[in-house]
């Protein structure tokens, strides 16, 4: 008999004006959120729109003139905690493909990139979904939705929560944690190998959803 995992909880939002119905005094821009960030070569536009998803404003961006690079608006960088598995959302229409991707800025200052999700295009309000384990020196981040081509990207209604993940009862379960008295090895982890065979085991920088994952050979 094989028990059902228990489902994932997700704890409280964690985006500030995640509606973003609260505009900043005298500028065309929700509290806590901006525009730009533009890389590579395009013509961008940036708007607070009267409308949304479930409440009177949104925000979108318009790219013409695409040759490379991406345009997006982005919530104020946030506190998170290593190691730990969050869930993002939000509810977008869009006339393109677009994408998610995480900004990580760790405990030193340096900046990393985790890709979260693809989105196909929508003519009505659709909501996108994706969970990620941050790296184990993980201390802020926000989050991209990327416009990548000629288009618009509308979004709203933003969602970040840490993961309270389903118990399942193997310690150590994303081998983010490292054995302190061996580096080579997650932590709770062993290798073992039986029959006459050669065998190299292998504690990776990569993997489904973190930044670990183990091998054999």
Do not use: C
Request: hydrophobic share 30%.
């Amino acid at each position: 008999i094989t028990a059902a995992p228990t489902p994932a909880v997700a704890n409280e939002n964690i985006i500030p004006n995640p509606s973003v119905e609260t505009q900043v005094t005298g500028e065309n821009r929700p509290e806590f959120w901006h525009p730009g960030n533009i890389w590579g070569e395009l013509d961008a536009s940036f708007s607070y729109e009267n409308n949304g998803f479930q409440g009177n404003r949104s925000i979108k961006v318009s790219v013409t003139n695409y040759n490379f690079g991406d345009a997006k608006w982005y919530f104020d960088p946030i506190t998170v905690e290593p190691s730990q598995q969050y869930t993002y959302s939000d509810y977008y229409k869009s006339s393109v493909g677009t994408e998610l991707v995480a900004e990580i800025v760790d405990q030193t200052g340096n900046t990393s990139y985790q890709w979260l999700a693809w989105t196909a295009p929508s003519d009505a309000w659709k909501q996108v979904t994706a969970e990620f384990t941050t790296p184990t020196n993980a201390a802020k981040l926000t989050v991209f939705h990327l416009l990548l081509s000629n288009g618009f990207l509308q979004t709203d209604s933003f969602s970040l929560s840490q993961t309270e993940p389903p118990d399942s009862g193997i310690p150590n379960s994303s081998f983010e944690q490292t054995d302190p008295n061996n580096s080579s090895l997650p932590q709770y982890w062993q290798t073992s190998n039986w029959g006459s065979n050669r065998s190299t085991f292998s504690y990776l920088t990569n993997g489904y959803q973190s930044t670990r994952s183990v091998r054999v050979d």
